[in-house]
């Protein structure tokens, strides 16, 4: 068995494991043994993959292998990653282990959460190590019902409609990337000479520009609306703000990287002719996102929609790093990716541990958290100044990454786009320090909220192991530069290759 599907196979036993005991203690330690071994194996395999790129490794994709699925159609279950893969599917592992420790004290139909949050990171690594389209999809589609079931079950507020909206809303984008990807099967057997889902065959096919216009689009929208592009980005919102505290951080830590990945691995990579000359509408609309999600955010009050309509303006970021096309500004899109993902799912963890304990998440309602509950409170400000970019921290990096490989161009229209782009940082500071100054700061305005406890030991490892990986970020970018500077290489010259 290729080492790439333990990433499958461990979460799929830990849902075993939960299914064959009765006890709900043990279902959650079950679940924070097979989460934790999620994470020492990808940090086992990521080394394993510096260790051979050192040693003189070559390929485009290591640990790759394939095998028949379904042979009539050419479905082939083929996997194999690269550097861009493989920090994905370390932050997939690590948003899900903390996800976990979040939810330690979930109360209702315990085993069933864990059990959906489990298929979704199984729908998650399938994702990331697919190089079949077909199979691509197929564990694109495993990470959508969990979401409107964990939404619809132990979600707040109106959580009904806000699963029904989100559901039927990635389904459209879905039904968008499947057009996109049998167009793309099609096409291969109609100008390649051969039909096939392979990602790797398909990029080295040369398809006439008015097929790949018409994929470009249908894929580049389809996973648009999994990240959350502006304007297919109403479900984000409304469905993180329903969403439970694990769920969100889920949703807006790795599933809208779904869609960013799609961007950059499908529309872009395998259309290259469309990417060069229809980019620029997508640059737009990540312009507008950008600055409508930060003026959005301005008005919130209720921190789960600040942050969620924050994360329409900070993946605006990394559809504006993906549709620049250049080498820098794809590394760019790529940390930003990373860092939103560890970012957003500490802020929405610390918003449930407030929420938790005070019962509002009204940022006009609190106050004096930071004296009450200390550790809650700095997580706040950690999250907080990731978000508005403070130097040292992961959003610092990714964003500047983002800026420097658009100014790349010397066009006014980029130029214009990048400028705008990074005005929205004064935004952001704005609405960050204000939520901080109302909720955090200051005085106790309740006197019920004198009686609240700080974090429990598992939201403190939680919340550590998140802020780790944000300054990790901050203060070593060259690591995950020195991952996935090749393959960025890579992609970039192969858009220039026609």
């Given at each position: 068995m290729n080492i790439l599907s333990l990433l499958i196979l461990i979460p799929l036993l830990t849902v075993v494991g939960i299914l064959l005991v009765k006890s709900d203690q043990l279902v959650r330690k079950i679940t924070l043994a097979g989460s934790a071994l999620q994470v020492i194996f990808a940090s086992w395999l990521t080394a394993q993959y510096v260790s051979l790129r050192h040693a003189g490794a070559t390929a485009q994709m290591l640990f790759e292998s394939s095998r028949a699925w379904f042979r009539p159609l050419g479905i082939n279950y083929h996997i194999g990653v690269d550097g861009i893969s493989l920090v994905m599917i370390l932050l997939t592992a690590v948003v899900v282990l903390a996800g976990?420790?979040?939810?330690?004290?979930?109360?209702?139909?315990?085993?069933?959460?864990?059990?959906?949050?489990?298929?979704?990171?199984?729908?998650?690594y399938g994702f990331f190590i697919s190089l079949n389209l077909f199979s691509m999809f197929f564990f694109l589609e495993l990470a959508v019902i969990p979401k409107y079931l964990l939404i619809g079950i132990w979600g707040t507020g109106k959580k009904e409609n806000n699963a029904m909206k989100l559901a039927?809303?990635?389904?459209?984008?879905s039904a968008l990337v499947f057009?996109?990807?049998?167009?793309?099967?099609?096409?291969?057997?109609?100008?390649?000479?051969?039909h096939t889902w392979d990602i790797m065959k398909l990029s080295h096919m040369h398809l006439p520009m008015n097929v790949q216009v018409i994929l470009y689009f249908l894929t580049f929208i389809g996973f648009g609306v999994f990240t959350g592009m502006f304007p297919f980005h109403t479900w984000a919102p409304d469905g993180h703000s329903s969403a439970p505290t694990a769920a969100s951080m889920f949703l807006a830590g790795i599933s809208m990287k779904l869609g960013g990945y799609g961007l950059l691995r499908v529309a872009t990579y395998l259309m290259p002719d469309a990417a060069?000359?229809?980019?620029?509408?997508?640059?737009?609309?990540?312009?507008?996102?950008?600055?409508?999600?930060?003026?959005?955010?301005?008005?919130?009050?209720?921190?789960?929609y600040m942050n969620a309509y924050s994360s329409v303006s900070h993946v605006g970021f990394v559809v504006l790093g993906v549709a620049m096309i250049t080498k820098v500004a794809f590394a760019g899109a790529v940390l930003q990716m990373v860092s939103h993902g560890i970012m957003t799912a500490l802020f929405f963890a610390a918003i449930g541990m407030i929420y938790d304990r005070a019962h509002t998440r009204m940022s006009n309602e609190l106050g004096?958290?930071?004296?009450?509950?200390?550790f809650i409170g700095t997580v706040f400000i950690i999250a907080g100044l990731t978000s508005l970019g403070l130097p040292g921290f992961s959003g610092f990096v990714s964003e500047m990454t983002v800026f420097v490989g658009s100014w790349v161009h010397t066009g006014i229209f980029y130029r214009?786009?990048?400028?705008?782009?990074?005005?929205?940082?004064?935004?952001?500071?704005?609405?960050?320090?204000?939520?901080?100054?109302?909720?955090?700061?200051?005085?106790?305005?309740?006197?019920?909220y004198a009686l609240l406890k700080d974090a429990s030991w598992n939201e403190r490892w939680a919340a550590v192991l998140l802020i780790v990986g944000i300054v990790l970020i901050g203060l070593a970018p060259f690591l995950f530069m020195h991952l996935i500077n090749a393959d960025v290489q890579e992609i970039f010259n192969h858009l220039h290759a026609g």
């Open positions: 976990v420790l979040v939810s330690w004290k979930i109360e209702k139909q315990v085993k069933e959460f864990f059990f959906m949050l489990l298929l979704l990171s199984v729908g998650a039927l809303m990635l389904m459209t984008g057009l996109g990807i049998v167009g793309l099967y099609f096409a291969s057997g109609w100008f390649g000479g051969e060069r000359e229809y980019s620029w509408i997508f640059i737009i609309l990540a312009t507008i996102a950008i600055f409508y999600g930060a003026l959005a955010t301005l008005m919130q009050k209720d921190l789960k004096g958290v930071l004296k009450q509950m200390p214009v786009a990048t400028i705008l782009a990074a005005a929205s940082i004064v935004i952001t500071a704005v609405y960050i320090l204000r939520a901080t100054g109302f909720a955090i700061w200051g005085t106790i305005t309740r006197k019920e």
